[in-house]
Nanobody
Framework: QVQLVESGGGLVQPGGSLRLSCAASRILVRFLAMGWYRQAPGNQRELVAT???????KYADSVKGRFTISRDSAKNTVYLQMNSLKPEDTADYYC?????????WGQGTQVTVSS
């Protein structure tokens, strides 16, 4: 069974940074398009960053220039570096393939941006 384990969330002040990690097992992230999704209370889950198998990346307009998605093939892990965080970035963050698979969702990691 595929496992995606997210970590690295926490409480951070506006303008701060966090780096999220997504450790994968039973899939090889370098062969898939992988993405970071987030879901804020009362909102639908949205895709914020994608890294394609060839290494190119794509971002939602709301995070462009602030977030960077990357992967370490040796560790089979996908990262999301988040800088210049804003209160509206507060959400639960998940990684999954793009397009997502229902059976890939992990437990997510919570990010709270607040002073």
């Amino acid at each position: 069974q595929v496992q995606l384990v997210e970590s690295g969330g926490g409480l951070v002040q506006p303008g701060g940074s966090l780096r999220l990690s997504c450790a994968a097992s039973r899939i090889l992230v370098r062969f898939l398009a992988m993405g970071w999704y987030r879901q804020a209370p009362g909102n639908q889950r949205e895709l914020v960053a994608t890294i394609f198998s060839g290494g190119s990346t794509k971002y939602a307009d709301s995070v462009k220039g602030r977030f960077t998605i990357s992967r370490d093939s040796a560790k089979n892990t996908v990262y999301l570096q988040m800088n210049s965080l804003k209160p509206e970035d507060t959400a639960d963050y998940y990684c999954n393939s793009v397009p997502y698979r229902e059976d890939y969702w992990g437990q997510g990691t919570q990010v709270t941006v607040s002073s």
